[in-house]
């Protein structure tokens, strides 16, 4: 018997009609694809058509016929609908949505973007349009020149993130609770007074800090007199690791397999350089190199010197990557990435599995910082791992005022021979 593909001579692969997967799914795709008046796959979407010949053939027919993104696709060529950021925009931007916009994306049919910026903008009209009229007329003003001109300007030099924007969110939604809260007391804003401001704070203590920078733009425009929030001093960090939990779960990332791998090289990059989870998210492949013997990570600008041990994980969670139906072509290859593989994976889904793994990322990331501003001065702390220099002051006096109580204890402990 003859197990050849007839088109293209695969052979063992026969799916259907005496033609292999890949031949089948090919097919597929092209007849889904297709305009029915046209009876060509529009222009558009030819860099997809190209990045799905590159497809194994189980994964190319799984994609037809399990796909919400193919399944849109085909619509939207029957229908003669405008293949654009513009058309998913009016569509609700949940998770299929957005795995739709990144497939479009890292196959090139559409352009890349500044998703948090964009979704962020997205997410800003949407609240608005749901608001009173009165609360609009103030709020969509201070929206646009003070938070989305601050997070343009954050976009710019590559800082704009999803937690970025869950920040930004809270603090217009604040404003919108501290204006409906006017208007069900009967006070207008140009006549709110330090009292009013006082009941709202001891009611909404928490939310103190995130209406602060709206009441300041109001005062600056005499939308509202000038009021004060009495803000607490930052609290110093508090949480830290003893040396021996510290070395024990160094320990157990280096060394215990039962631990996910990717679990393990950020919980390891928490713990020897002081990496924040959002941050190391970001990374990308080319951020890590070799050179002669000696495995270099750069962090911001400057490449650190890793342990091999460490240097060994990465070079195997690089290799394990699972493969995509489809792969960035020209965008950023992230460590780990997410799906589709043009995003990096979700901060709350890796935080999941180091909580459920002993890992957890705050103490052991205090730990790191102080042990680093302990041996560094503030200004290479700053320049070596992408923090502001005030922060890196902030971390070095903490470190000294630590170790001189430690002197202060330590000779004042009883001695025995």
Request: glycine share 6%.
């Amino acid at each position: 018997m003859d197990f050849t593909c007839l088109r293209c001579s695969h052979p063992g692969d026969i799916y259907a009609d005496g033609l292999c997967s890949h031949c089948v799914g090919s097919d597929r795709v092209r007849t889904l694809l297709t305009d029915p008046d046209a009876g060509t796959v529009p222009q558009p979407l030819a860099p997809l058509l190209d990045a799905l010949a590159t497809v194994n053939g189980p994964a190319l027919v799984k994609w037809v016929q399990r796909s919400a993104t193919a399944t849109l696709l085909g619509t939207w060529v029957a229908d003669k609908k405008d293949i654009s950021h513009e058309t998913l925009d009016r569509l609700p931007q949940d998770n299929a949505t957005r795995e739709i916009r990144q497939t479009l994306v890292t196959a090139g049919v559409l352009a890349e973007r500044d998703e948090p910026l964009a979704q962020q903008q997205l997410w800003v009209a949407t609240f608005l349009d749901g608001l009173p009229a009165p609360q609009q007329r103030v709020l969509r003003p201070y929206a646009e020149w003070q938070i989305l001109r601050r997070a343009r300007r954050k976009a710019r030099r590559g800082r704009y993130v999803h937690g970025s924007s869950r920040h930004d969110r809270r603090k217009l939604r604040a404003a919108a609770q501290f204006l409906n809260w006017l208007d069900t007391i009967g006070v207008e804003p140009a006549s709110v007074g330090q009292a009013h401001l006082d009941d709202w704070i001891t009611a909404h203590t928490n939310k103190a800090g995130q209406l602060a920078p709206f009441l300041v733009w109001t005062s600056q425009r005499r939308l509202t007199p000038a009021l004060e929030i009495t803000s607490e001093p930052h609290a110093l960090p508090s949480r830290f690791l003893t040396d021996r939990e510290y070395r024990e779960q160094l320990r157990r990332c280096i060394h215990d397999d039962s631990i996910p791998l990717e679990a393990r090289v950020v919980a390891a990059l928490v713990r020897l350089y002081g990496l924040p989870v959002s941050r190391i998210l970001t990374l990308t492949v080319d951020r890590f190199h070799r050179d002669g013997d000696n495995d270099y990570l750069i962090i911001d600008k400057h490449p650190v010197l890793l342990p091999p041990t460490l240097a060994a994980l990465i070079h195997e969670l690089i290799g394990a990557r699972a493969p995509s139906v489809l792969q960035p072509i020209d965008g950023p290859r992230y460590l780990l990435p997410g799906r589709p593989p043009s995003q990096p994976r979700t901060q709350n889904g890796i935080s999941k599995i180091l909580n459920r793994n002993g890992l957890p990322t705050l103490a052991a990331r205090n730990t790191a910082m102080i042990e680093s501003a302990g041996r560094l001065p503030a200004v290479v702390l700053s320049d070596l791992f992408g923090i502001s220099i005030t922060t890196a002051h902030q971390w070095t006096e903490l470190a000294a005022a630590s170790w001189a109580e430690y002197l202060a204890a330590d000779s004042n402990t009883p001695r025995t021979r």
